[in-house]
C-alpha cells in the first residue's frame, strides 16, 4: 500500500506516525503560542457549559483530528482535502471551528489552529490553505447560524400574549416572526382562550414588518384551528389591499380590520363590553 502512495502522502503518514502524543503537544505550543485568547483561556482554565476546561476539549478534538487523518492517509491517493477519505477528519475540523464559534473564540483563534499545525506537519502549503478554508466557512457558518437562532428565540419571546378584560385575549404581532413563533404565539394565545372561555379575541398585526406575509401565515394557522376555535377572532394591523383581497374568502368568525380600533368594536360587543365603533 505504502508503494502507491504519493510522496507527499508518505511523508505527511509518516510524520503522524512517528508520535502522536508528541505531535500533539507541540502542535498544542505552536497554538498557544499564536493565540493569546487560548493562551489565556488555558491559564485559567476556564470551563465550557458542561463544566469542562474549554482547553481541555479543543486538545481533545485536535487528538481526535490528528487520528482521524492518520485513517484517511492510510486508504489515499492524493493529498486532496475534497477527497472521500478525508470526511471524516474534515467533519471534526469543521465540527471543532463550529464550536468555537459557539465557545466565544474567534475565527483568528480558529485559523491558529491551522496554521499552527502547519509548524509540526510535513505538507504541501496548499494543504493547510485548504484546511484554512473548511476552518473559516465552518466558524462563520455556526456564527451565523448561533444568531439566527438568537434572533427566533427574541421573536419567539415578543409576541405579546396578554388580555385587554378578563374575557377578552389579545396577540400583539411585533418584529418580523418566522412560522415557528407565530405557531408558540399562537398556541399560547389558545390556551388563554380556552382557559378564560373567550368569546372573542384579537390580533394585532400592526407592529409588523412584513403584516402582508406575516398576517397571511397567521391566517392559514387560524384556518388550521377553525375546528378548535369557538371565539370570534378579530385580525387588525391589515392594509387596504390585503382587505380588498381576503374579504368574503375567510370564515364567518374572523372579522379583518386596518385598525385596532375596528377590532376592539367588534370583540368588545361579542364580549358584551362598551367600546365606540369606528
Not at 12 to 33: F, K, V
Not at 66 to 83: D, P, V
Not at 173 to 200: I, K, N, S, T, Y
Not at 202 to 227: M, N, Q, T, Y
Amino acid at each position: 500500500m505504502l508503494a502507491a502512495m504519493p510522496d507527499d502522502v508518505k511523508i505527511l503518514l509518516a510524520g503522524l506516525e512517528a508520535g502522536r502524543d508528541t505531535l500533539l503537544a507541540r502542535w498544542r505550543e505552536e497554538l498557544l503560542r499564536r493565540s493569546w485568547s487560548l493562551r489565556r483561556m488555558h491559564a485559567c482554565a476556564a470551563p465550557d457549559a458542561g463544566g469542562r476546561p474549554s482547553f481541555e476539549l479543543l486538545q481533545e478534538r485536535c487528538g481526535l483530528f490528528l487520528e482521524a487523518l492518520a485513517q484517511g492517509l492510510r486508504g489515499a491517493h492524493a493529498l486532496e482535502i475534497g477527497a472521500p477519505e478525508y470526511r471524516e477528519p474534515v467533519q471534526i475540523l469543521s465540527f471543532t471551528a463550529g464550536w468555537m464559534a459557539g465557545s466565544g473564540m474567534t475565527v483568528t483563534d480558529a485559523l491558529a489552529l491551522v496554521h499552527s499545525l502547519q509548524e509540526v506537519l510535513p505538507a504541501p502549503r496548499e494543504f493547510f490553505q485548504a484546511l484554512a478554508l473548511v476552518v473559516s466557512e465552518a466558524h462563520c457558518a455556526a456564527l451565523s447560524q448561533n444568531a439566527q437562532a438568537r434572533y427566533r428565540d427574541a421573536m419567539e419571546k415578543s409576541q405579546l400574549v396578554c388580555t385587554l378584560h378578563p374575557s377578552l385575549p389579545c396577540l400583539f404581532l411585533v418584529g418580523d416572526p418566522d412560522l415557528q413563533a407565530l405557531d408558540d404565539a399562537m398556541g399560547r394565545l389558545m390556551m388563554l382562550v380556552v382557559m378564560r372561555e373567550a368569546p372573542a379575541l384579537i390580533v394585532d398585526g400592526s407592529g409588523l414588518f412584513h403584516p402582508e406575509r406575516v398576517l397571511r401565515d397567521v391566517l392559514s394557522l387560524l384556518s388550521k384551528r377553525s375546528a378548535e376555535l369557538p371565539a370570534q377572532v378579530c385580525v387588525s394591523g391589515l392594509t387596504p389591499e390585503m382587505l380588498r383581497e381576503l374579504r368574503g374568502v375567510t370564515s364567518a368568525r374572523v372579522s379583518m380590520h386596518e385598525t385596532m380600533q375596528g377590532a376592539l368594536a367588534v370583540a368588545a360587543e361579542r364580549c358584551g363590553l362598551s367600546w365606540p365603533h369606528e
